[in-house]
């Protein structure tokens, strides 16, 4: 008899250190008054996470200077799965993502990310929710006769 074990939830030290040790996620936010999803390249720095994104995901740094707290609410999610083994984790954050508008900002983080191509905003998002899980995958514990 295989036995499955059950996910485990991440502390949030945990759930950051993981994220910040793949490059990929997925970019969660309102588009048109629909949900969104994009794959962009990330980078953990300073407490949450640096992205490049078009210029859909959050207000130009003009309008968002001039209109305090228009900080866009997103979720990010990133994960390293295996489903040969059925074993890795996910983790999903939920914060506010906002223009880097500081130049010497902007180009360190420019230069932490490799672009994908087309004209990319740096966008910092917070961590204000973090939750995360790992699937152990199967224990084998064979059950024999008589004991």
Do not use: C, K, N
């Not at 008899?1 to 485990?8: C, D, K, P």
């Not at 968002?64 to 295996?82: K, M, N, T, W």
């Not at 191509?117 to 995958?137: K, N, T």
């Amino acid at each position: 008899m295989v036995a499955t074990q059950q996910s485990e939830e991440l502390s949030a030290a945990e759930a950051l250190r993981l994220l910040g040790g793949v490059p990929f996620g997925r970019v969660i936010f309102t588009s048109r008054a629909l949900p969104a999803v994009r794959p962009v390249r990330h980078v953990v720095s300073d407490g949450q996470i640096v992205i490049a994104a078009g210029p859909e995901l959050v207000p130009g740094p003009a309008r968002a200077q001039s209109r305090p707290g228009s900080d866009v609410i997103v979720a990010y999610e990133a994960d390293q799965l295996d489903s040969t083994g059925s074993t890795g984790w996910s983790v999903v954050v939920i914060g506010r993502a906002r223009p880097v508008s500081d130049p010497a900002e902007r180009a360190r983080y420019r230069a932490m990310l490799p672009r994908l191509g087309g004209p990319d905003q740096i966008v910092a998002i917070s961590v204000d929710v973090i939750s995360g899980f790992r699937m152990p995958g199967p224990r084998d514990q064979r059950v024999t006769a008589g004991t």
